[in-house]
């Protein structure tokens, strides 16, 4: 039961991503082809593979991480406080930045990631991201040869979905019907394209992806049945 897990061995994150090249224009002819086969089914006649150009960014085989968002609970006492912190820039560093912290502070048995559709999108990206850029995945992300039960990854939709797997809940939903404030008060994930390349605002990214990060710690607590976070329990480091 999820009561029953220490908060302070848990990792909380999120990720914001975008398109490999900010043009369609700009991948090689082999890339553009293979976008093309790609998207077909997503884009149907609707749009053209260009056209459809600006979504690449949810595939990791078209896409770049710009900035991973993370957060963790410390207490002492009656102490709570849930510190933020974020990697970005050059993806090949700042993947190796975030390797670097689990390896240091969140590789023992006991930890765990937790991601909001983490299961589905955070983790799995992160790892073909990494595999891409030839570095040697981490312990907790590295689910060759696991059992179910053995892979240490929390996932907030999948624990709402309380075993029915017909439907996706959205962060923005879930933490509307839990009463937790909205991070999606500036940007949503639909305008990160255009604030990586156009506004070239990563100052703006971040705050959006540590939104999100404090979002998912707040629905888990939510789950709990433990109180959430307020503002003073919140620190940016």
């Known amino acids: 039961m999820i009561t029953k897990l220490n908060l302070e ?25 293979l976008w093309e086969a790609k998207s077909r089914y997503q884009r149907k006649e609707e749009f053209t593979a260009e056209e459809f150009y600006d979504r690449a960014g949810i595939w990791a085989e078209f896409g770049k991480i710009i900035c991973i968002s993370v957060g963790y609970f410390t207490i002492q006492g009656d102490t709570r406080l849930f510190r933020t912190t974020s990697f970005y820039g ?9 390797k670097n912290l689990l390896i240091s502070h969140f590789s023992q048995a006991k930890h765990l990631l937790c991601a909001h559709n983490g299961k589905e999108f955070d983790f799995p990206y992160i790892a073909r991201r990494m595999i891409i850029h ?25 624990l709402w979905k309380f075993g029915d797997y017909k439907t996706y809940t959205s962060l923005k939903l879930m933490t509307n019907v839990l009463g937790i404030p909205s991070p999606k008060d500036d940007i949503d994930g639909s305008e990160v394209y255009s604030v990586y390349y156009q506004t070239n605002d990563i100052d703006r990214i971040i705050t959006y992806c540590e939104k999100d990060t404090i979002a998912v710690a707040q629905i888990f607590l939510r789950l709990r049945g433990d109180s959430i976070l307020n503002d003073d329990e919140i620190i940016h480091v």
Do not use: A, C
């Not at 570095?135 to 999948?158: A, C, Q, R, S």
């Open 9 to 33: 061995n848990i990792l909380f994150l999120d990720i914001e991503t975008v398109p490999e090249t900010e043009n369609f224009s700009d991948l090689d002819k082999t890339k553009q082809d």
């Open 134 to 158: 030839n570095i040697e995945l981490p312990y907790k992300l590295n689910l060759f040869g696991k059992k179910p039960w053995e892979v240490p990854h929390l996932d907030t939709m999948e």
């Open 90 to 98: 050059e993806e090949r560093k700042l993947l190796v930045e975030f």
